[in-house]
């Protein structure tokens, strides 16, 4: 439709001239407080964008990290480390739109260069192995304190136990564990051995294995904000296995490579890490009430 304006006659600050939905679309998505429609993130894609005056991705900033617990601090600094990196990416992203800009002498229009998507790539599988880096780390030092008091971590500990010992046949790690001079301590490094070994194969595996076992309720982090990653982690596989490209059964000579715009691969990105910084606070909070 054509541009909407207030009942006062005004145009809204911000209105793109020459459609105010695009305008709403890139301040909304550049907030990251919606999920992008096909075409939304079109709009975005296509939006004519002048030189100099380049959208600059930027993810939400952390904040402090969490004083209340030591334990969580390895996996803040992978946090904060995964997050300077796709910062960096951003970055370097927004110099070689420019410089291409600048040097068309005309304005950007349509898909990213080549180069930028490889970029935008880059940055769903780094935000993706600090993921993994970052919540195996919080499980890593977390789980063996929060299950030594009443409550679900322990009570996740306590089953992983019995699936063992009622198993028709035991495992060799398992029995290796009760021969040690201390079998308590070996049992629980298997047990967040078997939490950790593996990346996160999505959203309900992260809630599962990360979420249950550090104890964190649908109250301290709702169902929703796993699910929301859901995307992404179909983005990091197709990246990851296949580097975005389609078509495996056609016989054309060069395949053809999914196009992300990059508001969107921002908004999935800053998800993810978003929802890491949440898990080390809960568990943060939640390793303080066991003390």
């Known amino acids: ?39 939304v993130a079109k709009a975005i894609a296509e939006a004519p964008e002048e030189p100099g005056n380049l959208t600059k991705l930027a993810l939400s900033p952390l904040g402090r990290r969490p004083y209340k617990a030591a334990e969580v601090v390895p996996a803040w600094w992978r946090l904060k480390s995964t997050h300077d990196s796709v910062t960096g990416l951003f970055d370097t992203l927004h110099l070689v739109r420019h410089t291409r800009a600048a040097q068309n002498k005309k ?19 780094f935000t993706s192995a600090g993921l993994d ?18 409550g679900t971590p322990r009570t996740k500990y306590e089953t992983f136990i019995e699936n063992h010992t009622r198993a028709s046949s035991v495992e060799e790690d398992f029995l290796a564990a009760l021969k040690q001079q201390d079998p308590g301590a070996a049992l629980v490094d298997l047990y967040v051995a078997s939490k950790t070994k593996a990346s996160f194969q ?56 999914s ?13 993810a890490l978003l929802l890491v910084r949440d898990l080390i606070k809960e568990a943060a909070a939640n390793l303080s009430a066991c003390r």
């Open 202 to 257: 999505g959203s309900g595996d992260l809630k599962d294995r990360a979420g249950a076992s550090l104890g964190i309720t649908n109250q301290q982090i709702p169902k929703a904000r796993y699910t929301a990653l859901d995307e992404f982690f179909t983005a990091r596989n197709d990246v990851a296995h296949r580097l975005d490209m389609e078509n495996v059964s056609a016989s054309t000579t060069k395949p053809l490579r």
């Open 133 to 150: 880096s970052a919540v195996q780390a919080l499980i890593h030092h977390a789980v063996p304190v929060l299950i030594t008091q009443p």
């Open 1 to 39: 439709g054509g541009p909407m304006e207030p009942e006062n006659g005004e145009r809204e600050p911000g209105a793109v001239e020459a459609g105010t939905v695009i305008g709403r679309a890139q301040g909304v998505l550049a907030a990251v407080t919606m999920t992008a429609t096909a075409e």
């Open 107 to 125: 304005s950007t229009r349509g898909r990213l260069h080549s180069d930028a998507q490889d970029l935008l790539r880059a940055a769903i599988v």
């Open 259 to 271: 196009i992300r715009p990059q508001q969107y691969v921002l908004q999935m990105c800053d998800q």
